[in-house]
């Protein structure tokens, strides 16, 4: 898909920065480089694992920030 033509919006513009350092972290994590730019080259697999793996984490990280508001018992 051409960059003009993303229609995918977030629900929170402010994050767009965060996500995108997100997505590059996650893929140099996965060993994928360059991920940035122009996409069609790349095969649905490795975009799919870099999106997978982002979700992971934002999970990871939900989780995480509910576990610490959680009073002790």
Known sequence: ??????????????????????????????????????LG???SRLNGAVGGHMVRKMIQAYEQNLANQQPQQ
């Open 1 to 38: 898909m051409a960059a003009g033509q993303k229609t995918n919006q977030l629900v929170v513009p402010q994050a767009r920065q965060a996500l995108e350092q997100l997505k590059q972290e996650t893929a140099a994590e996965l060993g994928i480089q360059n991920y940035q730019g122009y």
């Open 41 to 43: 080259d790349v095969p």
